[in-house]
């Protein structure tokens, strides 16, 4: 396996997805150099980043002459590179267990808290709809006690060690621990709320300011 590191990341720090692959890069302690586009930064319609990432979103991640966009996929392939003692699982019933968190986090876990997190957030106060937020809450709720009963068991998602869908589900826990909002105690998701807090990777890139984006539904 050639290891290029010659590591670039496209998106802004403010984005959600895009700090999924800046804590991976984090985490990993790799080398890399970070282009803000995306939101005020503009850039995703230039030509040139479409021809990087014809999704026109961010994150995209670059290593040498390899381009590849979408959050997880960016995950997956940190983590497998990089990442073999650590984010990555080589066998695949443990890579199982870690895929089913990322993907559900995409398919379900994502989609409902940033759901609030734009009904509530990014909507400005006279725009909001109490009842649209309220089911947003709901879903979350319900998803946030599948991860509560999971990690009464194990203290990350797929065991006793940090991995990549801890990365993919974890990007929402200081939004969602810091936007005004019930939270019905979950001991199992605030203990692991307290165990990615310990580490560097986590309070830098996650626990950042996102009053940016408050009240913005430009993008
Ligand atoms: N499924 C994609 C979603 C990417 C996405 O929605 N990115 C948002 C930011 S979180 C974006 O590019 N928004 C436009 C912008 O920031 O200007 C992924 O996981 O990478």
Known sequence: MSLSRN??????ASSANVQKTLWALEELGLPYEHRQVGGSYGGLDDPAYRALNPNGLVP???DGDLTVWESHATLRYL??????ETLWRDDPRQRAIVDQWADWTATT????????FWLLVRTPPEQRDAK??????ARTVAALRLLDANLAERDFLAGDALSYADIAAGVALYRWFTMEIDRPAMPGVENWYL????????RKVVMVSYAELVGKLAF
């Open 79 to 84: 983590a497998a590179t990089y990442g073999q």
């Open 132 to 137: 649209a937020i309220a089911a947003a809450h």
């Open 195 to 202: 165990r990615l807090q310990q580490r560097e990777a986590f």
């Open 109 to 116: 876990f994502q989609p409902a808290w940033i759901s609030v």
């Open 7 to 12: 590591l670039t990341l496209w998106g802004r």
């Open 60 to 62: 995209t991640l670059q």
